[in-house]
């Protein structure tokens, strides 16, 4: 996959670095390296959009893509909205997970958030290392933006079943990362979560929402081709993914 050309882009004042090599996430047995933009303090959510355009995400006030030396597998992916075809396992993913309550909290860490967070990396991402995530990390990574940035609450009965964040950009939504209760049999709710996502999108009438990356050879990731119609940006374009692709 082609990069877009870092002098088109419209952020002047802005430099990009390349991170040493570290052991890839997704792919065993690969290292990866991402390319940072920096200063952080320059990124306001007008440039964080163009850069999200270019396939940038943020971990915390961290803006990177990926920039691996011998490896160009991460796809970066968004939805448009107004095309969605939900399948049928995603409406009943709807049907099914349609009492939880969302609320819109500040960005403040909140022990509940933090005990849900650590269940989920442990059963989701056992020995990933985000499942050993101090307080401080934590807040590090989810809690820290210099964007317009909701951290949502999904609760069932009272209890926190999930918590999803996302940055608002001009044309649409980059859904931040989402953790919920791995312990509820026959739970959808990371389904459920980006239909919901959606919907916001609809609502507040923005064209797209941003996944981050998809891998076709990573399993974890398989998810986001399960929504159609999905595009990618290859070769410095925004174009669509088949489904078999």
Not at 31 to 42: D, E, F, G
Not at 85 to 97: N, T, Y
């Amino acid at each position: 996959m082609a990069r877009p050309d870092d002098a088109a882009l419209p952020f002047s004042l802005l430099q990009f670095y390349a991170t040493s090599p570290y052991p890839c996430s997704y792919l065993p047995e690969r290292q990866a390296r991402s390319q940072v933009a920096t200063p952080a303090h320059l990124i306001n959510a007008e440039i964080y959009s163009s850069l999200v355009r270019a396939g940038f995400r943020r971990s915390g006030i961290f803006t990177y893509r990926p920039r691996c030396d011998n490896c160009q597998a991460c796809t970066p992916v968004r939805l448009p909205v107004a095309e969605l075809q939900l399948r049928r396992s995603q409406r009943r993913a709807v049907k099914k997970h349609g009492n939880l309550k969302a609320l819109e909290l500040p960005l403040v860490f909140l022990d509940k958030h933090y005990a849900l967070y650590n269940r989920y990396q442990q059963a989701r991402h056992p020995g990933g290392g985000m499942d050993e995530d101090s307080h401080e990390q934590y807040a590090q990574f989810l809690l820290q933006s210099r964007v317009d940035t909701r951290l949502i609450e999904f609760s069932e009965d009272g209890v926190v079943r999930m918590v999803s964040l996302i940055d608002v950009l001009d044309d649409g939504l980059s859904s931040v990362y989402t953790f919920y209760d791995p312990a509820i049999a026959g739970a959808s709710y990371g389904v459920y979560n980006i239909i919901w996502q959606v919907s916001q999108c609809e609502a507040l009438g923005l064209p797209y929402l941003y996944l981050g990356y998809w891998i076709a050879e990573s399993r974890k990731m398989a998810y986001k081709k399960d929504f159609q119609p999905i595009e990618g940006l290859v070769d410095g374009q925004w174009q669509r993914l088949t489904d078999t692709a």
